[in-house]
């Protein structure tokens, strides 16, 4: 009797160290998913802090709008694939204005809607955003472009086409 008792006090213990163990383990491991979370957006929080751009020039080259953005932040900015850009515009169609609002996305090759940059954006250089519109602008009408970084800040440019 008095062994079949150590027995099944052991063998509780033993299953109680286990499940503590486990436990254990499973916390260490949420905790250490949580730590890293808060220091990758931490991280970001801070990139976007240190991102800024701006518009400069602007020209137009048939259906090319050609934009001089300038990276005023002390971080590179390169992931155009998340970037945005959307251009307002009185496109001429059919030798009528029509205003026209888009999203253009990213490509190495634009076509229509689609645009390009012809460089990594450094800190304090700038880099010529080539967009192609798909029609040509209406003559000395208003336009808005807006690019927003993958960081979230953004540059509006409001003149005429």
Excluded: C
Aim: charged letters at 10%; proline letters at 5%.
């Amino acid at each position: 009797m008095g062994v079949s008792n150590v027995i099944a006090f052991s063998l509780t213990i033993f299953i109680g160290l286990a499940t503590f163990g486990s436990i254990f383990l499973v916390v260490t491991n949420v905790v250490g998913t949580v730590e890293k979370s808060e220091s990758v957006r931490q991280s970001l929080y801070l990139d976007q802090l240190n991102s800024k751009i701006s518009i400069g020039s602007v020209s137009l080259s048939g259906n090319d709008l050609i934009l001089m953005v300038t990276n005023n932040g002390s971080i590179p900015l390169w992931d155009f694939q998340h970037f945005a850009v959307i251009i307002q515009y009185y496109a001429n169609i059919s030798n009528k204005s029509t205003l026209l609002v888009s999203l253009y996305n990213f490509s190495n090759s634009p076509s229509s809607y689609q645009w390009t940059s012809s460089q990594i954006l450094e800190p304090d250089g700038s880099s010529e955003f080539q967009i192609v519109l798909p029609y040509p602008p209406y003559p000395n009408t208003p336009a808005v472009a807006v690019i927003s970084t993958n960081y979230g800040t953004s540059a509006v440019w409001r003149g005429t086409l």
